[in-house]
């Protein structure tokens, strides 16, 4: 399980997130105290963002897309948190090379049945 932070005050915001990583599944599974789960997403400005459940994103790791955002971004800036959330899911929609089609079917089709299964258990208790 992973733990994230965030505190806000008036005048500044301060992130953070452990470093333990689980990999594997339940039966069988190894934890790792060394992963990084806090990330800037700008070189220019102090945005931050933090990771918790998947460190990947459609097979490619988080860490990978963020740092090839934050060059793609290079000096431009937003004058609010939201256009950087918004630029970064649009960054996150325009780039095919993260996967093919087949895989996008695949990862849909695996949590639409992860929904359908956690339904069935929910509503089953």
């Given amino acids: 399980m992973t733990a994230v932070l ?7 915001v ?5 470093s333990a ?25 102090p945005v931050g963002i933090m990771l918790y459940n998947s460190a990947s994103f459609m097979a490619t790791p988080w ?7 934050r060059n793609k971004l290079g000096e431009t800036s937003f004058p609010t948190l939201k256009e950087y959330q918004t630029n970064f899911l649009e960054f996150l929609a325009s780039k095919n090379y993260f996967t093919d089609e087949e895989m996008q079917r695949t990862y849909f089709a695996s949590f639409a049945l992860n929904i359908v299964d956690y339904t069935t258990t929910v509503h089953l208790e």
Avoid at 21 to 45: C, D, M, Q, W, Y
Avoid at 63 to 69: F, N, S, V
């Fill in 14 to 18: 301060a992130i953070a997130a452990d």
């Fill in 63 to 69: 860490e990978t897309i963020i740092k090839i955002y």
């Fill in 21 to 45: 990583v689980t990999v594997g599944g339940p039966e069988n599974h190894k934890i790792f105290n060394r992963a990084n789960k806090v990330f800037t997403l700008s070189k220019r400005h």
């Fill in 6 to 12: 965030g505190i806000l005050n008036k005048q500044a």
